[in-house]
């Protein structure tokens, strides 16, 4: 039996609805919308690509846009006053560095100087800490957006057992310490895993995100699991073949035959890391409100 398709876009365009009505609500009360600044460097096309979408989406819900360009060869001192600049201004809600960076920049030292109520992208030591503590903060969009549609799915995650291949900071490590806090019994694998397939054929929530076009195969697949693929790979023609050239971690055609439910690539996680993003910078700016 073929698994049911968890369709992203539905689930993050439902998201979308629900942050803008409440942006609206806040409006009313306040009289200032929630801002959300972020911050390219260089001309690279796909982070031009994927800030133009964030920002996009911000002035969709009624949020206001800032867009900050700067140039490629920008000094580590002029990004930290910028940062420091957007911090101090009470019209911004969040603050997004986006990544990666020119060579000569340091991503994480740069991320780090955000406000921590502003870090939208959930990236910061601070809030880093307060996920692995377990207490309230921003947390990191895409495994936000996985939380989501798991919700979505009616997964039992108290209790299941749940893999999680990769270990970066910016998913795999904060995805596993998520499902933790929801109770579930959780495995993180990685290029140094003995037999990953034993490992992953165990889970009953699976989720890739090793950045490797279709590693996880019918083996890695328990039967009746929910499958989530964060991967975006994009093959060349001559891999492609008659498919398409844009694939994820899972080989979909294998895994759909066995997984209870399992995202699609493109249309599934990609779509749920603005929508978190958006619903971040709302919990932003209704914290420093209050505060």
Known sequence: MSASIIDGKAIAARVRSEVEQQVRELVGATGRPPGLATILVGEDPASAIYVGGKQKACAEVGMRPFDIRLRADVSHQQVAEKIAQLNGDPEVSGVLLQLPLPSHLDGPA?????????????????????????????????????????????????????????????????????????????????????????????????????????LIGAEHVRQGAIVIDVGMNRLTPEQAGNRSGLVGDVDFEAAVQRARAITPVPGGVGPMTIAMLLRNTLKAAEVQRRK
């Open 110 to 214: 740069l991320t780090g100087l955000i406000d921590p109520l502003k870090d939208v992208d959930g990236l910061t030591p601070v809030n880093a800490g307060l996920l692995a503590l377990g207490r309230d903060g921003l947390r990191p969009c895409t495994p936000l957006g996985v939380m989501e549609m798991l919700k979505v799915t009616g997964a039992q995650i108290a209790g299941a057992e749940a893999v999680v291949v990769g270990r970066s900071n910016l998913f795999g490590k904060p995805m596993a310490l998520m499902l933790l806090a929801s109770d579930a019994t959780v495995t993180i694998c990685h290029s140094k895993t003995s037999d990953l397939a034993a490992v992953c054929s165990r889970a009953q929530i699976l989720i890739a995100a090793a950045g490797r076009a279709r």
